[in-house]
């Protein structure tokens, strides 16, 4: 499943609440890590152990997606009943190896729509999981979304190409519509936001 919204609209806290609840069934938690922002402390507050998660940290999508892939093959060879959850936190923070390695500066600029391309590929390999262990795998992808521009166009649309949207079997558009704020010491501050969840697909 895939949760889209813009910056500080929950994308995390969801994907933090999907992990504790996985460890507490017992489910082996793998975290694509591409932002590098998950926090560990915040998620043994909800009730998680992040000392059991098996973590993927790069935003190289498709070195995430191999080490993705050997963690699941490892486990299940070592488990074949195990269920697994994947988090990818997330497909608009993570980057092709062209896009990566060029410099500001280069006059080499990588192939338009490489990301897409590599973020297509990312999803076939996770459909031939599920394909190969059935009934084991879910997965938790955040992803981005940006103003739509030109003519006559409104709202928000999510970033990763027509793959990422034609794969996943339901999508969640979250909007944060109010922040919470206390005031501590005498100063404001910020502990939540109040987020609308708005389902834009569902196959499930």
Do not use: C
């Not at 793998?30 to 590098?36: C, G, M």
């Amino acid at each position: 499943g895939q949760f889209a919204g813009r910056p500080d609209s929950g994308k995390s806290t969801v994907a933090a609440e999907l992990i504790v609840d996985a460890q507490a069934n017992g489910d082996q938690v793998i975290v694509w890590d591409s932002e590098d922002k998950l926090d560990t402390n915040r998620l043994k507050s909800m009730g998680g152990n992040p000392d059991e998660i098996l973590l993927a940290k790069t935003n190289e999508i498709l070195k995430g997606a191999e080490l993705l892939r050997k963690y699941v093959t490892a486990i299940k060879d070592q488990s074949p009943t195990a269920k697994i959850l994947l988090v990818w936190d997330s497909a608009g923070g993570s980057q092709s190896r062209s896009h990566a390695e060029r410099e500001l500066d280069s006059e080499k600029h990588g192939q338009p729509g490489q990301d897409a391309k590599e973020i297509a590929q990312v999803m076939r390999m996770f459909v031939s999981l599920i394909n190969k262990y059935p009934d084991s795998i879910a997965i938790y992808i955040a992803n981005q979304t940006y103003a739509k521009i030109g003519f006559m166009q409104h709202g928000d649309a999510a970033s990763g190409g027509f793959k990422l949207e034609f794969h996943s079997s339901f999508i969640v558009f979250l909007r944060r519509v109010k922040v919470l704020t206390r005031i501590v010491k005498g100063v404001k501050v910020k502990y939540g936001i109040i987020t609308k969840a708005t389902v834009a697909k569902n196959h499930l």
